[in-house]
């Protein structure tokens, strides 16, 4: 019933978005030249456009060709895109905060607590997360003049990634854009080959009355990442080191898929062991406004306007997603021997398939005309899931709902945020999120200040569920529902180049893995307290220190391990020379304590906690080169300088490593390029 409620819908989409692409031409000349002279900002004011006439006969070569903004998805702040290249980071999608595997793309997980503030229903399956695209980070744009930006990044290894970004406003009412991602990396050991896709697609398009607008995103997620299990005996680096018949890393010994001997094809996607994840995500949104009619008069030209003060809003969001451990050829003495596992077929497949069809409704009210970023909104929601696994499926239908109010005062010294989820019936009733946060600006000078608190009810997720997962989890029978309550601050001084920020977690009732198979729930009480600082000192002139501290403390015995330490700092010579060359140059260190780093189970993709093993690395020491000349941006890197190893003639061999027997990348070259263009 509800794939054909969904098909009218997507049918329904389609339509709205090829109108909105021919609405202009449908238009007489005279009213769109009338039209296009006025835009909108945040606030509903008017803004008086140029014709285009006088600009495009004397263009100076010196002005910006294009105006480009764009928001978040559920956010009303305008943002613009940032053309620093003082920090690698802000490019590459993975921060400096992650830490994976030893191959870009292999699963990874962050060193600063991040617990799931999420109800409702939720796979469990996390460890390829900040490879995807999300709903959350997709972006609606408004822009002059269509844009677009690629970006190409070689690393050792035969380490690739291609990006591609284009957006452009077919009239001033309707904006898509495209994204794409593509990220090949055979890596140094066996069978830790990677080949990740990522595709979205956003629309919005607002109507010439301005009552009636809608946005659409498409979000395509493929992972392919190989599974070897790591080194099958701790000392394996070592005895390479020393002299061993094996000539290098790639050669060692692992757990899982020993028995395939080449890197593989740069271009090749083929995983024979290894974690295979789809993500589809559709998403429709309407509102139709109720409110005052206005217009102004500019140059004898009145421009008609609408002030929304009642909104009515439905969205509609299809998932789908597809969680693949399998192994083409499993040997059954290395399962037996390192995972007490016995096989029973000749391959392994372990399959959960997953289907979530939302719908939403909402009232959304705006007490202030002018001010569209304060509102209140009520609203609620019916989920349809449905889960496959095998032969065996579940049923789930869920009712919840929602209310939100937002106030940023239009002097943008006060924003009050807060919002709450409860689900009132289905398989998640009792689940339920709250947050509220209030942030004051205390001068353009000074900075802000921000505090909040939320809280989170939730169910476990079902990756942690051995009687519907068919995933091999053994559980120790029903869980409670896990709660966590967060209570936060950040202050913002830009005078001083400084933010600090805080974290304080109170959590009951955790679930976690302890091996590669057991999921336990810790029935009591602990908390994590997490404090953090970022700071720019201008050393001189051209030279300045970007650092960052965090600092993470949990209460004892508790099913959290963390680094107490967290730094990562850039010494930088930069500038702007030769007047259109930006140069930022210098030396990157990232450390973190020795800590218990959790382990990882390849057939269940989980992270788990381990208390038999602490990792102690060298910080991690990267040089960098990064300019910009005009829109063509460079960024060359050589990075694991630290694994230099002195005795043995200075090979680069004195490898850190990420998690028990999984050892991080030795030297490691980056060149990567992003050019913009404006069409």
Known sequence: MY????????????????????????????????RYQVGYDSQGKPIKKSTGNDSLKHRNPLEDSITLTYRYYDSTNIRKLDSSINNFYTRFYVPDSYVDLGNLGNAAHPLIFKPNMKPGWDGG????????????????????????ELAYMIGSKAEQLIELQHTQNRNPDFNFAFDF??????????????????????ANYISHNRRYSN????????????????????????KLNAGSSLGSVFQLPVKLGAGYSSQGNFLSSSINTGSIYDETILLFRQNYDVGQKDSVVKDTVTYRLFYPRLRFQ???????????????????????????????????????KWTNLTNDFSIISFPQKNNLNQYLKLGGGLENINGVFGVYQ?????????????????????????????????????DYSAYISLKRELSKKIGSLQIGFSDVNRTPSFAYDQFISSFPTTSTGTYKKENTARLFATIALPIADLQLYGN???????????????????????NLLHLGLEKKFKLSRHINW??????????????????LLLSRNRLAFEGNFYKNLYLSTGLEVRYYSPYKADSYSPLTGQFFVQNDESISNRPDVNLFLNFRIKSFKAFVRTENLNTINPSEGFKFTARNFTAPYYPARAFWFRLGIWWSFVN
């Open 394 to 430: 579940k049923k789930y239908t869920n009712l919840y709902t929602e209310a939100e109010y937002r106030n940023r005062t239009r002097n943008k010294k006060w924003d009050v945020v807060a919002n709450a989820q409860l689900y009132m019936a289905g398989g998640y009733v009792g």
């Open 3 to 34: 794939l054909k409620q969904l098909s009218l819908h997507i049918i329904l989409a389609c339509l709205l978005l090829l109108q909105a692409g021919h609405l202009r031409a449908q238009n007489s000349q005279s009213s769109s030249n009338q």
């Open 125 to 148: 399956f996390h460890a390829y997360d900040v490879y995807n695209y999300t709903i959350a980070n997709s972006k609606f744009y408004q822009t002059t003049r269509p844009y677009s």
């Open 314 to 352: 439905h969205t509609l969001t299809y998932k789908t997603n597809s969680y693949v451990f399998q192994d083409d050829n499993p040997s059954d003495s290395s399962y037996r021997y390192f995972y007490n596992y016995i096989l029973t077929n000749d391959t392994i497949v372990y399959k959960d």
């Open 504 to 526: 304080y977690y109170v959590i009951t009732n955790y679930v976690y893995f302890n091996n590669y198979f057991s999921a336990v729930q810790d029935a009591s009480l602990f």
């Open 181 to 202: 991602r593509f990220l090949n990396s055979p890596g140094e050991m066996k069978n830790q080959n990677t080949n990740h896709n990522n595709l979205r697609f956003t």
């Open 546 to 563: 970007y650092t960052s501290l965090d600092l993470q403390q949990t209460t004892a015995n508790a099913p959290v391990h963390v680094p």
């Open 215 to 238: 946005y659409f995103i498409f979000i395509n997620n493929k992972i392919r990442s190989a599974e070897n299990g790591g080194l099958q005996t701790k000392d394996a680096l070592d």
